[in-house]
């Protein structure tokens, strides 16, 4: 993924968690449309902006849970819950802001958070070590995309995405909340 992360900001001074979370957010929206470009460089076809939406949030899902990890025994339990929930809510107006655009009016931040709440409840049965993201947890994302794809001829989704845009999306994460919360991700 060549890809350019924004992990600096503009103004001096401390910075609030919450503005933290939404640097963050900038960046797992542009990783999860970075890693469904670059499936349809590698020849998936990718239907219409329904599809994509539903791509989008698989992997957003995906990154929000890779990012509770990765930040979890490092920031105490207050502020893990603060900075995760301000994803959320920041990824949801990315979600809503972008939809509406590319799509027209309508309630895009409803479903989605809908979704996230359900996916986040499942990656929480799956393992997330020193090491990343187990196999299990690779294999629900790759399971997800391939079910939104399911109205396209994609041999070989699932493979993807657990040997190629998963990891790379978790690289650049662990990098982004590394760089912008100061921990050791």
Known sequence: MALHIKT???????????????????????????????????GYKIGGDRQVTAIL??????????????????????????F???LGRNLARLMDTNMV??????DYAGPFVATLNMRLADYAEFEFGEQGPSYAFLRYLGDRV????????NKWVLEQ?????????????????????????
Do not use: C
Request: no cysteine.
């Open 8 to 42: 600096k900001f503009r103004t001096k001074g401390p910075k609030t968690l919450e503005q933290r979370a939404s640097v963050v957010a900038s960046n797992i929206w542009k990783l999860a449309q970075e890693a469904t470009r670059h499936m349809e460089i590698e």
């Open 57 to 82: 949030t698989e992997f957003i899902a995906f990154q929000i849970q890779a990012a509770d990890r990765l930040v979890y025994g490092k920031l105490i339990e207050e502020e893990r819950a603060r």
């Open 84 to 86: 995760i929930n301000e």
């Open 101 to 106: 655009e590319f799509i027209g009016p309508g």
């Open 146 to 153: 391939s079910a939104a794809m399911a109205g396209t001829d």
């Open 161 to 185: 995405v657990m040997d190629i845009e998963a990891p790379q999306a978790v690289k650049h994460l662990k990098r982004v909340i590394g760089q912008v919360l100061g921990l050791k991700a």
